[in-house]
């Protein structure tokens, strides 16, 4: 497994060595000892997650505050998707910064989106599958959510026309309104 910083260092990208042959394919998908030396963390995951969304579908961008802050490392198993994960942390030196990859079935890469950032995908192909692992339980009176549109953000989301989004994510805060870390 190949670990590549993004232009935010907390946040990497997982690129798998894949085995394949007429048979099929075979890589490994998590490997403790990998992540902690890419990420200097010995990370705990208590939860994994499943959805599949349809094209022009876009989650987010969400996050725990603490004490319940979550880390994620996500993947897609179906499709594609353009996933992105923005530095929430009013300390930071990359405070209000945004990175965002492709991750496919294809390509097989993973991100991981440390506690302290939010995270949103947006849905390229007819249909998507995604997967995250987490490193803290779901708990909705720590869920926030900020506006995937927000216009300091500027994230370029590659949807053609209007993105679906849920009744929650319409409903989220700018960036400088929102409840952030500390």
Known sequence: MKAVPSAIPDVVLFEPKV???????????????EFAKATGLEAQFVQDNHSRS???????LHYQLAPKAQGKLVRVTEGEVFDVAVDIRRGSPTFGQWV??????????????????????AVLSENAEFLYKTTDYWSPEHERCIRWDDPTLAIPWPV???????????????LRDAELYD
């Open 160 to 174: 053609p026309g209007a993105p679906l989004v849920s009744d929650k994510d319409r409903q989220g805060f700018n």
């Open 100 to 121: 965002g990859e492709i991750l496919s079935a294809e390509n097989k890469r993973q991100l991981w989106i440390p506690a302290g950032f939010a995270h949103g995908f």
């Open 19 to 33: 085995f394949g042959d007429e048979r099929g394919f075979f890589f490994e998908s998590f490997n403790a000892r």
């Open 54 to 60: 349809r094209q022009g579908v876009l989650r987010g």
